[in-house]
């Protein structure tokens, strides 16, 4: 497949990921059978990080959280990522408050580079795992939008899409920007987001202990 074809067909599973799995990747006890039990509650696949209790379901290859939304649902929160391997990764704080209160919330991300070339998958699941659950806990209950750093070169498929960068975020309208070679991270350039794997792998991982923190699983 042609490099700037197969970018465009990486850049429209991106926007179809974000699309689709915000509205459906959490789900509510509530929905459960009277007589089935919560298999966060002693079962042999929980286990507990830093005081938090996580279920290994491996019908679906996720580690499920139970946790209270602000509107005292309790929320089944499912996670690609092992909350026991994510020391690594560290978080600047401020990044929560941000997405809390902000009125708008771009994700970004350079559909040129090599890197979006090789781990587009990674990026389509990384930037989903987020924006599934910040209308959960954003006092306005904003969903994100999606955004590019900046145009395909001799394309219109992306006309319709904004551009946003680093340089446009405001504390209102913060911009997250997914990025990889930056470190294992996530931190603050000026009102901007950075999320940063060492590769694509990592991105996720990443993106998985911020969600994390964002739903009060500080692991």
């Not at 990486?10 to 929905?31: E, H, K, P, W």
């Not at 990384?126 to 954003?138: F, K």
């Not at 794997?197 to 699983?217: N, R, Y």
Request: proline share 5%.
């Amino acid at each position: 497949m042609n490099m700037r074809y197969d970018r465009i067909f990486g850049l429209f599973i991106v926007f179809v990921m974000v699309g689709s799995i915000a509205g459906i990747a959490v789900y509510n006890t509530d929905d459960q059978p009277e007589n089935q039990q919560n298999p966060l509650i002693n079962d042999e696949n929980s286990f507990e990080v830093n005081g938090f209790y996580f279920y290994e379901d491996t019908s679906v290859d996720a580690y499920v959280a139970l946790v209270t939304d602000e509107q005292g649902n309790a929320l089944n929160v499912p996670f690609r990522t092992d909350p026991r391997n994510v020391s690594h990764i560290t978080i600047e704080t401020t990044a929560l408050d941000s997405l809390v209160n902000a009125q708008k919330v771009y994700f970004t991300f350079d559909p040129n580079s090599d890197a979006f070339d090789t781990y587009k998958n990674q990026f389509s699941l990384s930037l989903s795992e987020v924006g599934r659950l910040i209308p959960r806990v954003n006092f306005y209950q904003v969903a994100p939008m999606t955004a590019l750093t900046a145009d395909i070169p001799n394309d219109t498929s992306d006309d319709e899409i904004p551009i946003k960068t680093c340089a446009d975020a405001t504390p209102t309208a913060p911009v997250v920007l997914f990025t990889i070679g930056q470190g294992n991270a996530v931190k603050m350039d000026g009102a901007c987001i950075v999320i940063s794997g060492a590769d694509g792998d990592e991105l996720i991982a990443v993106s998985d202990k911020f969600g994390m923190w964002l739903m009060g699983l500080t692991v």
